[in-house]
């Protein structure tokens, strides 16, 4: 059932001992979330502890570093940007269907919660959590802005990416009235990198190959690379952005291979170009920017499959060319 | 003579024929400020021009793809983000002397104009001129507002650094009320990179050396080096940031071989080490977290002078390591 931010609000006063569920691989947004509104229950004399089926990235390490799991008996689960019981991965797994209110911003939402406060317009979980404190008139500590304020600024690019909404900006100047320090947390979280991560970008730039008149890259990444390298797949998450920097390019493809001959591809659209119809040629899928799919083969085949695929949607005729 | 938002207003109003002058090198808030004031202006019924001693940046391009110079006599003489009549450039210093209103956020100003509006804690020139406007009660159009967005935000990282304001937040969601695009501004201003400027990264990261218990990285990047890769030292600007990148370094120094025998030193600090402290012992200087230097010699002995000198800031006895 949908309810509204003061149904939302009245909830989380009248209720105690709460587990809040967070999704699996976190995030700043779904962490952020979590650790506030943990905080917010705490500070208004409630148990609450905050759970995740994989362990937390340093980089947020400032929202736990002082946390301590409390020992109760949960009454009430509430889960913070989980849009579907799936995403709890296999440790709280077992909660999937005893959700009691999900605070969330996916318009995928799939309604699993009994009680369910989703903004699909907001660019964060953390961005509805925010209107739900002030719905409580919480005045929010240094940690608890901190934490909000991460949500917001990981899932928009800290502002950078169109699902930005004037509210995010508005939310963040009310936050930094509360003490956050933008320049530490946006230093930690955009722009510190290990090592390996830094050698696997690195990687990517050494490697991009451009096609299709320049409009096109791509970049593939095989196993025997990260061996020789020294970085696993785990760095090339969120790298695929890269691919689409270099001026004029439209397209860009960062094909990793999982297993021998086994190769995921991401694509990525710097311009109109809707990459989830291509992928979706290949059995993929995903958004208008963002897509991705499963080839197999060798590296040469998978290039030729790639762009026997996207040329015609960049409007050249491969075999004229 | 410092004046104030509604003198600034009275002056604008008052006044007919202006010269709009921004600073050589012109970054997004010269040249934000710059198009924004003469839209506005003209607007008015007014004649302006915006000039400029170097040509303007293409990814800014959107600012002035249908502006036209006029053809008129100058009456007013108006400098927006140039804190000192010497960054005119060589083509505008025959108006050092004659700039009737300077609009400003440097606490350098050196005040060489008749009348200065300068609020040294606004991050961007374009956060001073949003405040003249609301003075003015001018309603922006959406090209005079993402001529404003933009001058906001390259000049805070896009919200990101410490300079940005809670201003800087709150006129980005009044800006965004008169329909700036900003999806397409960011990315072409920060993610869109020239090939040349990719190769230049992809060398700096391929280069980077760890030092004094991996807190410091020193980079080198020679004159043979450019030849042989195809950038070139303008494709260096802005990239010393990537050297304080890897987690953990405190200190990160990118050195770029000038002429034969002569580097260029960018000293970055992520931590509490002052870099200026650092770089005044070479006869250079700069601000706590960012500064620079001239250095002479081969590029070991650039190195060990660079670690001899580093190395008691991070409280390390480099003869005894």
Same mark, same amino acid.
């Given at each position: 059932?949908?309810?509204?931010?003061?149904?939302?609000?009245?909830?989380?006063?009248?209720?105690?001992?709460?587990?809040?569920?967070?999704?699996?691989?976190?995030?700043?947004?779904?962490?952020?979330?979590?650790?506030?509104?943990?905080?917010?229950?705490?500070?208004?004399?409630?148990?609450?502890?905050?759970?995740? +089926?994989?362990?937390?990235?340093?980089?947020?390490?400032?929202?736990?570093?002082?946390?301590?799991?409390?020992?109760?008996?949960?009454?009430?689960?509430?889960?913070?940007?989980?849009?579907?019981?799936?995403?709890?991965?296999?440790?709280?797994?077992?909660?999937?269907?005893?959700?009691?209110?999900? @605070? =969330?911003?996916?318009?995928?939402?799939?309604?699993?919660?009994?009680?369910?406060?989703?903004?699909?317009?907001?660019?964060?979980?953390?961005?509805?959590?925010?209107? #739900?404190?002030?719905?409580?008139?919480?005045?929010? =500590?240094?940690?608890?802005?901190?934490?909000?304020?991460?949500? @917001?600024?990981?899932?928009?690019?800290?502002?950078?990416?169109?699902?930005?909404?004037?509210?995010?900006?508005?939310?963040?100047?009310?936050?930094?009235?509360?003490?956050?320090?933008?320049?530490? @947390?946006?230093?930690?979280?955009? =722009?510190?990198?290990?090592?390996?991560?830094?050698?696997?970008?690195?990687?990517?730039?050494?490697?991009?190959?451009?096609?299709?008149? =320049?409009?096109?890259?791509?970049?593939?990444?095989?196993?025997?690379?990260?061996?020789?390298?020294?970085?696993?797949?785990?760095?090339?998450?969120?790298?695929?952005? @890269?691919?689409?920097?270099?001026?004029? #390019?439209?397209?860009? #493809?960062?094909?990793?291979?999982?297993?021998?001959?086994?190769?995921?591809?991401?694509?990525? +659209?710097? +311009?109109?170009?809707?990459?989830?119809?291509?992928?979706?040629?290949?059995?993929?899928?995903?958004?208008?920017?963002?897509?991705?799919?499963?080839?197999?083969?060798?590296?040469?085949?998978?290039?030729?499959?790639?762009? +026997?695929?996207?040329?015609?949607?960049?409007?050249?005729?491969?075999?004229?060319?």
């Amino acid at each position: 059932m949908q309810i509204n931010l003061n149904e939302t609000a009245e909830f989380l006063k009248e209720h105690d001992n709460y587990y809040i569920l967070t999704h699996q691989s976190p995030d700043g947004d779904t962490m952020g979330s979590g650790f506030a509104l943990c905080r917010v229950l705490r500070n208004m004399g409630k148990n609450a502890n905050v759970l995740c +089926s994989d362990e937390f990235p340093r980089k947020y390490g400032f929202m736990y570093e002082d946390y301590e799991p409390r020992k109760f008996a949960p009454e009430t689960i509430a889960a913070v940007d989980v849009a579907d019981a799936k995403l709890l991965g296999s440790k709280l797994s077992q909660y999937g269907d005893y959700v009691d209110l999900c @605070i =969330d911003h996916h318009v995928s939402n799939t309604g699993y919660a009994k009680k369910l406060l989703v903004y699909p317009d907001a660019s964060a979980a953390c961005e509805v959590l925010y209107r #739900v404190f002030s719905e409580m008139d919480v005045k929010l =500590d240094k940690l608890a802005a901190e934490c909000l304020y991460t949500g @917001i600024a990981t899932d928009t690019g800290c502002f950078k990416y169109g699902n930005t909404t004037k509210l995010a900006h508005t939310i963040a100047a009310k936050l930094m009235d509360c003490g956050v320090d933008i320049e530490r @947390i946006n230093r930690d979280v955009f =722009d510190r990198k290990s090592k390996a991560r830094l050698i696997a970008e690195q990687h990517i730039l050494s490697e991009m190959e451009y096609y299709l008149d =320049d409009k096109c890259t791509i970049t593939i990444v095989t196993l025997a690379d990260m061996e020789k390298k020294g970085f696993s797949s785990e760095e090339l998450e969120g790298t695929a952005g @890269i691919t689409v920097q270099p001026e004029g #390019v439209q397209i860009g #493809v960062l094909v990793k291979e999982k297993e021998k001959g086994k190769f995921k591809v991401s694509m990525r +659209s710097a +311009s109109e170009v809707d990459v989830s119809a291509i992928c979706s040629k290949f059995g993929g899928g995903g958004h208008v920017k963002a897509a991705g799919c499963t080839l197999e083969g060798d590296a040469d085949n998978i290039k030729l499959q790639l762009l +026997s695929g996207i040329a015609p949607f960049l409007g050249i005729d491969l075999w004229l060319a």
